[in-house]
């Protein structure tokens, strides 16, 4: 009977916020790439002079994600247009398209690690636990720079980026372990078999990142959002019977978008119609639904699609 665009003040003041938080991401993601490319070098030529299979295997992976940061930067930029005759819903999306890349790129180095560690394991070589223990202070205080930089960042990519620099800090506590121990006793094995617990570790996460963006890039119904609950909060406002044929996907993991058929009760007069659709949006916008297309129906009309 009719449909409706959410441009109420509550969600024009949201929109507003968004754009501080992505401005925010742009500069958290240009930090961490500055950091993650000058200490990627650093570690190149510390796991070289250390012989540690473990720190190169680390620098190599640091490197490309230094190369990958600056490709989500860029991305992150990107997705600050709005919308034009290409893209209806702006850019967003391309936020979560550099979340993707890190993932897969974070994939690709486990493996490749945990190949080389295999073979380290299998003929292990002396390493120099002095030098791995400096590289390892070095890396804790760095990547913990660069995570609590990226602690409260909201977006997809911001979380990749902060997933990685945990696991990095943790890949570098464990090394700064392994290197107390490997000064003290032979155990020459011991860094490989470190560098294999790492990227088994990161190879996890990888995987669990990639679901979560693929997810969005499916439409999935966002995790973090309570169908049933919106449901019911939209179908206790007055004036509504019901409401079907919804669906709710996400634009980039934290903005979403709504379109739903709402059955009216017959006592709702014309006039009542734009309070309703106020009400509805309200609801959607506690749910961070940005943009909400409304339908709205009575008895009389013969709606063939009732799925909630």
């Known amino acids: 009977m009719g449909h409706g665009h959410n441009h109420s003040n509550h969600q024009h003041s949201n929109h507003n916020h968004s754009h501080t938080d992505i401005s925010s991401s742009s500069k958290n993601l240009a930090w961490a790439f500055f950091l993650n490319l000058f200490f990627s070098l650093f570690e190149l030529v510390g796991g070289v002079y250390s012989n540690s299979i473990a720190i190169i295997s680390d620098a190599f992976h640091d490197l490309g994600d230094a190369l990958s940061l600056a490709f989500v930067w860029y991305l992150q930029k990107v997705s600050t247009r709005p919308n034009d005759l290409n893209f209806d819903y702006g850019y967003k999306r391309f936020s979560i398209l550099g979340a993707l890349f890190i993932s897969v790129l974070l994939t690709v180095g486990s493996i490749f690690m945990i190949i080389e560690s295999i073979k380290r394991f299998i003929s292990p070589t002396e390493s120099k636990a002095d030098a791995m223990f400096v590289l390892a202070i070095v890396g804790v205080v760095v990547n913990g720079i660069a995570m609590i930089r990226l602690n409260h960042g909201s977006s997809f990519s911001e979380r990749?980026?902060?997933?990685?620099?945990?696991?990095?800090?943790?890949?570098?506590?464990?090394?700064?372990?392994?290197?107390?121990?490997?000064?003290?006793?032979?155990?020459?094995?011991?860094?490989?078999?470190?560098?294999?617990?790492?990227?088994?570790?990161?190879?996890?996460?990888?995987?669990?990142?990639?679901?979560?963006?693929?997810?969005?890039?499916?439409?999935?119904?966002?995790?973090?959002?309570?169908?049933?609950?919106?449901?019911?909060?939209?179908?206790?406002?007055?004036?509504?019977?019901?409401?079907?044929?919804?669906?709710?996907?996400?634009?980039?993991?934290?903005?979403?978008?709504?379109?739903?058929?709402?059955?009216?009760?017959?006592?709702?007069?014309?006039?009542?119609?734009?309070?309703?659709?106020?009400?509805?949006?309200?609801?959607?916008?506690?749910?961070?639904?940005?943009?909400?297309?409304?339908?709205?129906?009575?008895?009389?009309?013969?709606?063939?699609?009732?799925?909630?």
Request: glycine residues 4%; charged residues 20%.
């Open 160 to 308: 990749a980026v902060f997933l990685h620099f945990l696991e990095d800090i943790l890949g570098w506590v464990a090394v700064l372990i392994g290197s107390i121990f490997m000064y003290f006793w032979n155990l020459p094995w011991f860094d490989p078999f470190m560098s294999l617990g790492i990227a088994v570790w990161i190879l996890f996460n990888a995987y669990r990142n990639t679901k979560q963006v693929m997810r969005v890039f499916l439409q999935g119904v966002p995790i973090s959002l309570n169908r049933s609950e919106l449901i019911e909060h939209w179908e206790n406002i007055k004036g509504v019977k019901s409401v079907h044929d919804i669906k709710i996907w996400s634009l980039d993991g934290n903005h979403h978008v709504a379109s739903l058929h709402v059955l009216m009760d017959q006592k709702v007069n014309l006039d009542e119609f734009q309070l309703l659709k106020e009400e509805i949006r309200k609801v959607a916008s506690e749910f961070e639904i940005i943009h909400t297309t409304i339908e709205l129906e009575t008895d009389a009309e013969q709606c063939k699609l009732h799925s909630k």
